[in-house]
């Protein structure tokens, strides 16, 4: 297939939706937002953001060395700022930090503005998945596992509010996931994500 054939075949497989609004990936650390987000934005042919992305860049920081010298608070404004500027100056996938639909304000702003999606993979899935990593600012304790676990149970019941819900299972690949994503969104929110007709 010429690299020519191979642009058509992608675009057409991006034709195949129409997106409305923009889809917020959100859940816990180690959910996949990033990853499945920035396939599902190719899949759909609109453009991947990243909150925390974004954050770090306008700071010129990471987002562990923003906690250590601003704090969390800090952080957290300047999320929701980042987050509500996204939500008006595109129509893409928005992947969002771990704590971003906690506040609020963050979930008000999503409601209106886009559509909440969360990846809601179970605490060993997360644990198998972040357990090496030392990006992740608040499990730097003395037991990750246990805090992990803390704010597991505190995040989900507001994870749980989310406008659609889709189950990140350990057996599924990126692409799987994508399309248990398109699969829902179709059915719970034609309003949404529309499929066109081929």
Do not use: C
């Not at 650390?29 to 992305?53: H, N």
């Amino acid at each position: 297939m010429s690299e020519k054939q191979q642009y058509q075949s992608k675009s057409q497989l991006k034709a195949q939706y129409h997106l409305k609004k923009t889809i917020v990936m959100v859940g816990m650390m180690g959910a996949g937002k990033t990853a499945v987000g920035r396939a599902l934005a190719q899949r759909l042919g609109v453009p991947f953001l990243d909150s925390d992305a974004e954050i770090e860049a306008a700071a010129s920081r990471t987002v562990p060395e923003i906690f250590e010298r601003d704090g969390e608070p800090f952080f957290r404004t300047k999320e929701t700022q980042v987050i509500a500027r996204l939500l008006d100056t595109e129509r893409g996938v928005l992947s969002t930090g771990g704590g971003a639909f906690l506040a609020q304000e963050n979930r008000d702003i999503i409601s209106e503005r886009g559509v909440s999606v969360w990846l809601n993979a179970d605490l060993d899935l997360l644990w198998q998945r972040v357990r090496h990593k030392d990006t992740r600012p608040l499990l730097r304790t003395p037991d990750p596992r246990a805090t992990l676990a803390e704010i597991y149970a505190a995040r989900v019941p507001l994870y749980a509010l989310a406008d659609v819900t889709v189950k990140s299972l350990p057996d599924l690949s990126i692409d799987e996931m994508v399309n248990r994503v398109i699969a829902t969104m179709i059915t719970e929110r034609p309003d949404i994500l529309e499929k066109l007709d081929a």
